[in-house]
């Protein structure tokens, strides 16, 4: 018995150290590649392939049924990849012929590469059967979804043939589009595929289902037969040129202008890279999903735009992500005008660099000034950042950084208070080698004019996440007199905890893959009023995902909300808001379902019912989705809810109605219409995009937006027309 033990011991322990130790070779030739998706040039011969993949779903303990075979070849300029995936037919899910498309409910395949063995961040590039490009920047380990940017964009190629049973993918991605070591040897590496037909997701690592597939805690490692040289990056150019003509029928207003500004990007070293903008114009920019708000709180978006994205998490993951980040990069180019609304502020330069400055040290700096609007009462302002991440452990890493925004000049319409702020802080950030412990521990300072006390924020978050248990430790703390005017502060003056526990569970058969059970209580005190408990919410959930991908939960919200001022949750002009100085107990009760999304037709639907202040709220939100491949999908998204408060408050039925177009005519030509119906914002709103990608990341833009009041009387309220042409030139 004691032999037994002692072998199946070693077994286990030889079987984590092969899995942990996975490699192959990139070689290193001479004679040239060309992407064709046929691999008949003799180097591919002399290249060892990298497969035996692993199941990740629907289960992480066997062997993947259809394999991938990838070979790897470099020279001084490029990386040359050589794929060959198995699948069981050609019936393929190829949604649209879109760039950057989501991997779920598709065919494809993707590779991770860690250039610098730090665990925490990476290039990702990806396509799938029809040839279609991804490529991203991962950040944050690969711990969540949020960690992907897919507004990053580089130049490289890939070329697809189907075959009966797989098809092939030979990339040719220039060495420029990465940064890395001069000298290296070996990168971190990892690969999954998804194969619609055979429900399976696939990893090249074994990596456990409670961990995200494309963690970086479990990357194996591709050797270079010759050492990496310098990077030959060059420099890009990447000028543009805008028209926008249109009308603002509220005013009786023509609109009219023209622009012309670009810009630069430069890479320093093999690990640098510099940005430089003038003039720039985002009008390109897909438009915001706008989203019903019923709680008293701003709603923060996410970024699109291109200059904030290459290295962002390097500025943008201070602190608590949802309460307390002090730099929210959309609050540049963003102001309020004299009446409170939020209206876009001319950017006038700006300039970045970012990067790495050794393997375990990260440098961001970041510059920008925006314009001077008098009739708006907006100051020219200096916005800067600087911060420093240093490697830590295996994957842990410690950020000091500061922020500043500061007007250029004195202005009689400004209050002395607003002349500037600042904000100092430190964080560290804790991933163990196998991500079973995460967590965040900060301690930032604010700087304003007038105030020297309860400036500061704090906070601490551990959690522990393993096959059968996820469970978190967390709270924070805000100080009355906090600010960060380039961050996201959703309220201050609060002490708050929210833990979590959640029990998983694994079926050996039936028709779910897994299920869990959780409970988190959200607590919120007011410190400076006696610590009197303002909100809590305690949200109990039960969660599952089917094998056939679709997903389905169930919640109970238990909450407490005191309202220190008077609040209409509805936004009826003039309507009798609830009494303030009062505290409201309400239960409700929540459902969701989002079927399988590789059929043509897919949905998901959100009900919930239940107490709501003083009242009551049904709410519904669902989303259809139509696609007839690879040329056109649609959605639809409608919300709607309906609030009913005793007399006198106000009764309310809000409706968010969203359909999408999607038209990929090709690879380089796309038309995408946005239309989005807001009772809340008395709006109704077309947003239609022509792209045309005439060259490589080159585009011709046309853009058309249309608003409308819908309040009473459907009437115009501001319509325009941009057409806007970029080119990228490499020197």
């Known amino acids: 018995m004691k032999q037994l033990l002692l072998s199946l011991i070693g077994l286990l322990i030889c079987s984590f150290t092969f899995s942990q130790n996975k490699q192959f070779q990139v070689k290193y030739i001479a004679g040239k590649i060309t992407a064709d998706a046929v691999l008949d040039e003799p180097a591919w011969e002399t290249a060892r392939p990298a497969t035996d993949f692993y199941h990740y779903f629907p289960s992480d303990s066997a062997k993947a049924r259809q394999q991938a075979e990838i070979k790897m070849l470099h020279d001084d300029t490029n990386l040359y990849i050589g794929v060959k995936v198995n699948a069981p037919g050609n019936n393929f899910v190829i949604p649209s012929l879109r760039r950057d498309f989501r991997a ?79 000298g290296e040897t070996k990168w971190g590496f990892n690969s999954y595929h998804f194969d619609t037909q055979d429900n399976e997701m696939n990893s090249w690592m074994n990596i456990p289902q409670n961990q995200f597939i494309f963690s970086l805690a479990y990357m194996g490692d591709m050797i270079f037969e010759k050492p990496l040289g310098k990077s030959k990056s060059p420099i890009s150019l990447i000028p543009y040129v805008n028209g926008l003509v249109g009308k603002n029928y509220d005013t009786d207003a023509s609109i009219s202008d023209f622009g012309i500004g670009g810009d630069a990007k430069m890479t320093i070293g093999n690990s640098m890279n510099l940005d430089v903008t003038f003039n720039p114009d985002f009008s390109q920019v897909e438009v915001d999903r706008q989203v019903t ?30 309460d307390a980040n002090p730099f929210f990069s959309r609050r540049i180019g963003i102001a309020r005008d004299i009446d409170g609304n939020a209206i876009q502020n001319d950017i006038i330069a700006g300039a970045r660099l970012s990067g790495k400055l050794n393997n375990d040290l990260r440098i961001g700096v970041l510059n920008m000034q925006t314009a001077e609007d008098a009739s708006n009462e907006i100051a020219s302002t200096n916005n800067a950042v600087l911060m420093l991440q240093q490697k ?78 996820r469970a978190r430790v967390s709270g924070l703390y805000i100080g009355d007199n906090f600010r960060s005017d380039l961050g996201f502060i959703r309220r201050a003056g609060i002490f708050k905890i929210n833990p979590q526990i959640e029990r998983i569970f694994w079926p050996k058969k039936g028709i779910f893959n897994q299920h869990s059970l959780s409970v988190i209580p959200i607590f919120i005190w007011t410190p400076e009023d006696d610590f009197r408990n303002s909100d809590y919410t305690i949200i109990s959930r039960w969660s599952s995902n089917f094998n056939n991908q679709a997903r389905f939960s169930a919640e109970m919200f238990n909450r407490f909300t005191y309202l220190f001022d008077a609040f209409d ?82 009764n309310a039925s809000i409706w968010l109605v969203g359909p999408r177009f999607d038209v990929t005519f090709s690879k380089n030509i796309f038309w995408a219409t946005f239309i989005q119906y807001s009772t809340q914002r008395d709006n109704f709103s077309i947003n239609t995009r022509l792209q045309w990608r005439f060259a490589p990341l080159s585009d011709l833009f046309v853009v058309y937006n249309d608003n409308y009041f819908t309040d009473g009387v459907f009437a115009p309220r501001f319509r325009t027309l941009n057409v806007k042409l970029t080119y990228w030139l490499n020197l």
């Open 293 to 322: 708000n019923l709680t008293r709180f701003e709603v923060g978006l996410p970024e699109r735009r291109q200059f904030f994205i290459e290295n962002s998490d390097l500025f943008s993951d201070f602190g608590d992500n949802r």
């Open 104 to 182: 779920s409910g598709n065919d494809n395949i993707t590779f991770i590469f860690d250039t610098f063995n730090d665990g925490t961040n990476a290039f990702i590039f990806g396509s799938n059967p029809y040839g279609v490009q991804r490529e991203f920047l991962l950040s944050g380990g690969g711990s969540g979804i949020r960690g992907f940017n897919g507004a990053w964009d580089t130049k490289w190629v890939v070329e697809s043939k189907i075959h009966d049973d797989h098809y092939i993918l030979e990339f040719i991605i220039p060495m420029s589009a990465f940064k890395y070591r001069e």
């Open 569 to 650: 949750p509805t936004g009826t002009d003039g309507a009798v808001p609830l009494p303030g100085n009062q505290g409201y107990h309400y239960t409700s009760f929540e459902m969701e379902y989002q079927s399988d999304m590789r059929t043509p037709f897919s949905f998901r639907v959100n009900p919930g019912y239940g107490a709501f202040y003083n009242g009551n709220k049904l709410s519904i939100s669902t989303q259809l989705n139509w696609r007839l491949q690879p040329y056109f999908s649609t959605s639809l998204q409608i919300n709607y809810d309906n609030i009913s408060l005793p007399d006198p408050y106000p």
């Open 392 to 469: 830590l452990f295996s994957r842990s890493n410690l950020n000091v950084f500061f922020i500043n925004k500061q007007t250029t000049k004195d202005y009689d319409f400004l209050d002395d208070t607003n002349r500037y702020n600042r904000v100092i802080g430190i964080d560290y950030k804790l991933a163990s080698k196998d991500n079973t412990w995460t967590g965040k521990y900060y301690f930032h300072k604010s700087f304003s004019p007038d105030s020297n006390d309860k400036d500061f924020s704090t906070g601490a978050s551990t959690e522990y996440n393993s096959k059968n248990y």
